[in-house]
């Protein structure tokens, strides 16, 4: 059901698999529910990732502990770093995406130019071969479909995306393409980093995907751009 990467007493580390909310959906036990019944010990949400995105989570297991978080969280000092596949090529390779989020159709967001409270997502794509583009993604801000609806305003929505994405690219795919990759932060005076490669999506296992992420594999140390 999980992949539990680290525990110690004050919280858990754990990839939330695809399709699965972190809370209860139409009458389905959530995610966090679920781990909580499955490690006999009451958890704390202090983040959440979409139903259709799979990846690293924290969950606290005090009160006390998630406020610490959603602190860190709210000053942005938890780093976080998502990959993404695209059947479209953006109009540039990187860059940084802001703008306000408005409401839209069918449960959905969209990118307006104001920016009395922006969403901010920066973004390096490389070619994935085959008329595909990877994305690393580096959400500042932390809003409701974010990192969706940025890649969508540059004209590259992600594979898989049941909002977002159109035509082959929402109809044909096994999963929504995007994945809380790595994260990084300093709790307690000590700093912890975490990454866990996706295991879900025909895309994301081909050897060819995964020899993509060398280059990234500290995306702590790359020059993000600022425009």
Same mark, same amino acid.
């Given at each position: 059901?999980?992949?539990?990467?680290?525990?110690?007493?004050?919280?858990?580390?754990?990839?939330?698999?695809? +399709?699965? +909310?972190?809370?209860?959906?139409?009458?389905?036990?959530?995610?966090? %529910? !679920? =781990? /909580?019944? !499955?490690?006999?010990?009451?958890?704390?949400?202090?983040?959440? =990732?979409?139903?259709?995105? /799979?990846?690293?989570?924290?969950?606290?297991?005090?009160?006390?502990?998630?406020? !610490?978080?959603?602190?860190?969280?709210?000053?942005? =000092?938890?780093?976080?770093?998502?990959?993404?596949?695209?059947?479209?090529? @953006?109009?540039?390779?990187?860059?940084?995406?802001?703008?306000?989020?408005?409401?839209?159709?069918?449960?959905?967001?969209?990118?307006?130019?104001?920016?009395?409270? @922006?969403?901010? +997502?920066?973004?390096?794509?490389? &070619?994935?071969?085959?008329?595909?583009?990877?994305?690393?993604?580096?959400?500042?801000?932390?809003?409701?479909?974010?990192?969706?609806?940025?890649?969508? +305003?540059?004209?590259?929505?992600?594979?898989?995306? @049941?909002?977002?994405?159109?035509?082959?690219?929402?109809?044909?795919?096994?999963?929504?393409?995007?994945?809380?990759?790595? #994260?990084?932060?300093?709790?307690?005076?000590?700093?912890?980093?975490?990454?866990?490669?996706?295991?879900?999506? %025909?895309?994301? #296992?081909?050897?060819?995907? =995964?020899?993509?992420?060398?280059?990234? /594999?500290?995306?702590? &140390?790359?020059?993000?751009?600022?425009?």
């Amino acid at each position: 059901m999980y992949t539990l990467l680290f525990e110690n007493q004050d919280f858990i580390i754990v990839c939330k698999p695809v +399709s699965i +909310s972190v809370h209860c959906d139409d009458q389905i036990t959530g995610f966090a %529910a !679920q =781990l /909580s019944r !499955q490690m006999q010990t009451k958890l704390f949400v202090v983040h959440r =990732l979409d139903k259709v995105t /799979s990846g690293l989570m924290i969950f606290a297991k005090s009160s006390s502990v998630a406020a !610490q978080f959603g602190a860190m969280f709210e000053a942005h =000092l938890v780093a976080k770093y998502y990959l993404a596949l695209s059947d479209k090529k @953006p109009r540039k390779k990187q860059g940084t995406i802001k703008g306000d989020m408005q409401k839209s159709r069918r449960s959905g967001w969209r990118l307006v130019n104001s920016a009395n409270n @922006p969403a901010i +997502s920066r973004f390096m794509s490389i &070619s994935a071969g085959a008329g595909k583009r990877l994305f690393l993604l580096k959400p500042e801000t932390g809003k409701t479909h974010q990192l969706r609806v940025a890649l969508k +305003s540059i004209g590259a929505a992600i594979i898989g995306d @049941p909002i977002y994405a159109t035509g082959i690219a929402k109809l044909a795919a096994d999963r929504c393409y995007l994945h809380a990759w790595q #994260l990084s932060f300093n709790f307690a005076d000590k700093e912890y980093d975490f990454r866990s490669d996706p295991t879900e999506g %025909a895309l994301f #296992l081909n050897p060819q995907f =995964l020899a993509l992420l060398a280059p990234w /594999s500290d995306p702590g &140390s790359i020059k993000w751009s600022k425009a």
